[in-house]
């Protein structure tokens, strides 16, 4: 079983910075894919970026690709995502996911555990 929680979301201006992490419990963190999505009001939930468990490879979406940067830590058991150049598009419910099986990075029925969400709101 494996427990995540988001954090360090908040109100930002657009074109400014933001850090969200996602700590994991349990023991096998390290050898998990990690992923984060997005969902904004009325919309469906999105892919934003994906890491292998080693951190070697990662995967992001057209729309954030330059301006987000995903990266973990397995000695902390923590996900980052870092969030540069925000806009107004971007403001949505950050989830993070842990995949513990073979599947599309940028597909959430890939990923077997979800944290609760963060919210980022980017305003104008």
């Known amino acids: 079983q494996v427990q995540l929680v988001e954090s360090g979301g908040g109100l930002v201006q657009a074109g400014g910075s933001l850090r969200v992490s996602c700590a994991a419990s349990?023991?096998?963190?390290?050898?998990?894919?990690m992923g984060w999505f997005r969902q904004a009001p009325g919309k469906e939930r999105e892919f934003v970026a994906a890491?292998?468990?080693?951190?070697?490879?990662?995967y992001y979406a057209d729309s954030v690709k330059g301006r987000f940067t995903i990266s973990r830590d397995n000695a902390k058991n923590t996900v980052y995502l870092q969030m540069n150049s925000l806009k107004p598009e971007d403001t949505a419910v950050y989830y993070c996911?842990?995949?513990?099986?073979?599947?599309?990075?940028?597909?959430?029925?890939?990923?077997?555990?979800w944290g609760q969400g963060t919210q980022v709101t980017v305003s104008s």
């Open positions: 349990g023991r096998s963190f390290s050898s998990y894919a």
């Open positions: 996911a842990a995949k513990t099986r073979n599947g599309n990075s940028d597909s959430p029925g890939s990923y077997d555990y």
């Open positions: 890491l292998s468990w080693s951190g070697g490879n990662k």
